[in-house]
Nanobody
Framework: QVRLVESGGDLVQAGGSLRLSCAAS????????LGWFRQAPGKEREFVGG???????DYLTSVKDRFAISRDNTKKTVYLQMNRVEPEDTAVYYC???????????????????WGQGTQVTVSS
């Protein structure tokens, strides 16, 4: 069982920056792919980005030039750096994890086995 705990959600003005963190309890954290998803009110949960065990990353097209995902295996933590945020980025952000050996970052929620409780990000215009 892997426990994920997100933090860093906040109210931020459009154009600002925010960094989300997700701390994991996995014993072999370095073998996990980590993903960030978000869900806005009335909308389905969507893939924001992910980072694989080998450091490979993948992003939602609309955030690719603004967001960056990184991981620190010694701290068992994955980060989502959000720059130039927009009101459309307002959502609950979730961290997810899956143990895998594939070299492709999973992009769908069903591919992940473990989820955090979410952290609220609100962007004011």
């Amino acid at each position: 069982q892997v426990r994920l705990v997100e933090s860093g959600g906040d109210l931020v003005q459009a154009g600002g920056s925010l960094r989300l963190s997700c701390a994991a309890s996995a014993r072999t954290f370095s073998n996990y792919a980590l993903g960030w998803f978000r869900q806005a009110p009335g909308k389905e949960r969507e893939f924001v980005g992910g980072i694989n065990w080998d450091g490979g990353t993948d992003y939602l097209t609309s955030v690719k030039d603004r967001f960056a995902i990184s991981r620190d295996n010694t701290k068992k933590t994955v980060y989502l750096q959000m720059n130039r945020v927009e009101p459309e980025d307002t959502a609950v952000y979730y961290c997810a994890a899956v143990y895998q050996t594939r070299t492709v970052v999973p992009r769908t929620a069903s591919e992940y086995d473990y989820w955090g409780q979410g952290t609220q990000v609100t962007v004011s215009s």
